[in-house]
């Protein structure tokens, strides 16, 4: 989802100087969440308490969503800092979630409003989808006639009124459907994805074994984000989703592509279904007539997987456990900060920032696509979805044709279309080979030629080089590691060989898919433009590294996969001392001087401390966590502590020191462990994130790279690109894909530390030690405490 950004939103970044421990002390919180579960909820409502009991707030769990702020009691109980340990790896919801039809009438809602009152609340952050939200702001404009009728009847007392004349709400968005405008992702949508795409990938093996059509149905009544994302990351053949429905011919269409894929020699089809699939007449289609179809006119072995519920549950994402800790302490500080004036506002997900928009508006908007559906108004259905969504649509349809045409004459400029060349430079990545599918396929849909550089610049020196073509890639998708083959050697004193190289195979421009070595490749080519006319090509960059340590982009490909790899592992590190005494576990990340993996992990795993390179450390800072560990398990009663490590975070200070340190300070309260994760980080399967997010910068790759050849292409038919914007590092700042030359970016390069001068991710720092300490934290006394605090107060972020 795509939402308007207005002069009045803030941002984290925006918010300077407003967060003080402490500074709204004993102001009523509650949370709640309500309607269908997600996961990342229990993250969202850990980060919202803990958020609370930082700025002096007291803190309220409504249980069973709307039912218990309606019957009260029990169900309304505060809530302290050590109920929420060890839940932000669980799914579901811990406070519960119901539909409660007695608050939708007054009565219901007048005792939701005494109860709250009673229990001193006049602050609300609710967890749910649209109608939760609506649901909340109406109550909100209730208040003041329920609190007055409230106090005629002697229900509360004549002071309260006065004190809890307007209620504050906030929402946060839970729903694995993703259908909620104004959020680039809602909570538990990309957890979804990954049970969705696990099921899929498990699938396809016994489909290809026994040559099977398998019809998947996947959630989304209303929405078909998970059914096309899902049909665009697994390669699926055929989709059905309600915002753009098939033409009345559907079963010829379906048919006549199996038939072919087949014939082609394809051993298994998946076809992916939404639950609210529908024909152009509003009428559904479901697997079961899908399977008719497919059975009756073609005759193939053809099942269906229903995977229900299965999409709701399981442990969340890394993504969605991040996303849970950001929102919920926004959140916080919208419901603290509003004003009877404020309007009532929804946190949302903007690119890398956690905004605050009108609640309503979004709700709208939201409402305005059900709209344009019932009205069959299916291209506005698709645009109003956003452009990520429509763009998602787009990509599917141009990487599923089965017989691209040899020419597009108004698509290429270029008589017998251009060669473009692919390689990776770096490390492995997964979604490497995702983008190189992409790639192809964009390219040749357009009448291009693709050769595979096989082994980085080694093998484009050697010239081990071959074309490409549209069945090459198939299946590629989900694969981890680099089919390519990839080395981390750097141009640098061999510019002869590769200039041959570049001529000998007529490469008229280049893409190059890996990390620091990849922006240091096309760097050392387009500074060495004037001596070689070779090297005076398009040359792109898509970023994939797993330390995310790239200028000129926020994320990089592989990043998501490793941090869900490490998350991962360390809830099972956590879990293999369930039933034994009190431990501590001091983990070390990948990730260079790239302190990217260790902080996002140690946000997603609720670690107690993370330590990186970007932020130095010395031993009094080392024996201050040790003390807060040991009071965290005497007061708080704690079992598990997790402590990361960044694999460079600091010469002297290694993972081995760390673990004796919290070995030997530790007798007699815990004990400790260490791991070294190693490779595991850049191995598995690409996650769903990976997966689009290659697919997608390749296809804007070939956009780009096909403007600048037009406007290169001298008459004589060569190409001379020779300017700083032909060679780019293509990335994703915020929200939108950037295009920055390389020669740009050298000022914002630390070269010795592989690094970029600005990181986006450390304003998380933080949010990580906040939401990792409890009160006792802060009774001690010292100067890592108080440059904390000044940290804290910058930001959130």
């Known amino acids: 989802m795509e939402g308007q950004r207005t002069a009045a939103n803030h941002t984290e970044a925006e918010k300077e100087n407003t967060v003080h421990r402490g500074h709204y002390k004993n102001k009523g919180i509650a949370v709640f969440t309500s309607g269908g579960d997600a996961q ?54 811990i406070i519960g979630s119901s539909r409660c039809k007695e608050f939708r009438e007054r009565a219901g809602r007048l005792k939701a409003a005494k109860n709250l009152i009673l229990k001193g609340i006049s602050n609300l952050v609710v967890i749910g989808g649209d109608g939760s939200l609506t649901g909340a702001n109406l109550f909100r404009q209730d208040w003041p006639e329920l609190v007055a009728e409230l106090a005629s009847r002697g229900d509360i007392t004549p002071e309260q009124p006065i004190k809890f004349s307007h209620l504050n709400i906030v929402g946060m968005v ?10 680039d992702m809602t909570i538990g949508t990309d957890s979804a994805l990954h049970r969705i795409i696990e099921a899929v990938d498990a699938i396809a093996a016994t489909a290809y074994s026994h040559q099977r059509t398998f019809i998947m149905e996947v959630m989304g009544r209303h929405c078909g984000y998970l059914a096309i994302v899902t049909a665009l990351t697994t390669e699926a053949d055929y989709v059905f989703y309600p915002e753009n429905p098939p033409p009345v011919d559907w079963p010829e269409k379906i048919c006549k592509k199996l038939s072919q894929e087949r014939e082609s020699g394809q051993r298994l089809n998946i076809i992916i279904v939404s639950e609210g699939a529908i024909d152009r007449e509003g009428n559904p289609i479901t697997a079961e007539m899908i399977r008719e179809v497919v059975v009756t006119n073609l005759k193939q072995d053809t099942r269906i997987t229903v995977l229900g519920h299965v999409q709701r549950g399981g442990s969340p994402s890394a993504f969605d456990r991040v996303l849970g800790c950001r929102m919920g302490a926004e959140a916080v500080m919208a419901v603290l900060e509003a ?10 997900l903007d690119g890398n920032q956690a905004v605050r928009l009108p609640l309503m508006a979004c709700v709208e908007k939201t409402q305005a696509v059900a709209k344009a559906m019932a009205d069959k108004q299916w291209e506005l259905a698709v645009q109003l979805r956003g452009r990520s969504f429509a763009r998602n649509v787009e990509t599917y349809k141009m990487l599923t044709r089965l017989k691209p045409p040899k020419i597009i004459p108004e698509m290429s400029t270029h008589a017998s279309g251009y060669t473009l060349g692919v390689m990776h430079v770096g490390a492995p990545a997964c979604g490497m080979n995702a983008a190189v599918r992409s790639f192809v396929r964009n390219c040749i849909y357009r009448g291009d030629t693709v050769v595979g550089i096989h082994d980085g610049v080694e093998g484009l020196i050697e010239g081990n080089v071959q074309p490409l073509g549209w069945s090459d890639v198939t299946g590629w998708v989900g694969q981890g590691g680099a089919f390519l083959g990839t080395k981390r ?43 070689y006319p070779e090297f005076c090509i398009p040359m792109a960059i898509v970023p994939s590294t797993i330390s995310n340590n790239v200028p000129g982009t926020d994320f990089t490909l592989g990043a998501d996969t490793a941090l869900n790899e490490i998350t991962e592992i360390c809830d099972r590190i956590r879990q293999s001392a369930q039933g034994t005494k009190r431990r501590v576990f001091v983990i070390e990340t990948m990730g260079g001087f790239c302190g990217y993996l260790a902080t996002l992990a140690g946000v997603a795993g609720g670690a107690d401390a993370a330590y990186i390179y970007e932020e130095p450390f010395n031993v009094q800072n080392l024996k201050m ?17 997790l402590v990361l ?29 260490m791991n070294v994760l190693g490779h595991m980080q850049q191995g598995g399967s690409p996650t769903p994130f990976d997966r689009n997010m290659g697919t997608k910068l390749a296809a804007k790759a070939v956009e780009w790279m ?10 004589d038919g060569t190409v001379c690109a020779n300017k700083p914007e032909s060679a780019v590092m293509l990335g994703i700042v915020k929200r939108y894909y950037a295009y920055t030359p390389v020669q740009e970016l050298k000022d914002q390069t630390d070269f010795k530390h592989r690094l970029p001068k600005a990181q986006w991710w450390l304003k998380m720092r933080p949010l990580l030690r906040i939401l990792a300490k409890h009160d006792s934290t802060y009774e001690e006394e010292g100067s890592y405490i108080a440059v904390e605090e000044e940290s804290e107060n910058q930001i959130i972020n």
Request: net charge negative; with cysteine; aromatic share 8%.
């Open 706 to 715: 096909v403007e600048q050849l037009t406007q290169a292409t001298q008459p």
């Open 339 to 348: 004003t009877p004036e404020t309007e009532a506002c929804v946190v949302s």
């Open 174 to 183: 839970g729903s694995i459907d993703n259908d909620f405008c104004g959020t």
């Open 625 to 641: 966590d040790v003390e807060h560990m040991k009071s965290k398990m005497a007061m708080e009663g704690v079992e598990r502590g």
């Open 645 to 673: 490590r960044n694999e460079k975070a600091n010469e002297n200070y290694t993972t081995d020191f760390i673990y004796k340190l919290f070995s030997e300070e530790g007798k007699g309260v815990f004990s400790a462990r």
């Open 489 to 531: 050697t750097l141009p640098e004193g061999k510019f002869p060989e590769v200039a041959a190289s570049l001529r000998k195979h007529n490469i008229q421009a280049l893409l190059l898919i890996g990390g620091f070595e990849a922006y240091q490749t096309v760097l050392q080519l387009a500074e060495n433009r004037d001596k």
């Open 40 to 93: 990342g909820m229990n993250s969202a409502v850990r980060a919202v308490v803990r958020m609370g009991i930082y700025v002096g707030a007291k803190v309220y769990f409504i249980k069973e969503g709307y039912q218990g702020m309606v019957d009260g009691g029990d169900n309304i109980v505060e809530a302290n800092w050590s109920p929420v340990s060890g839940i932000i790896h669980k799914g579901g919801t």
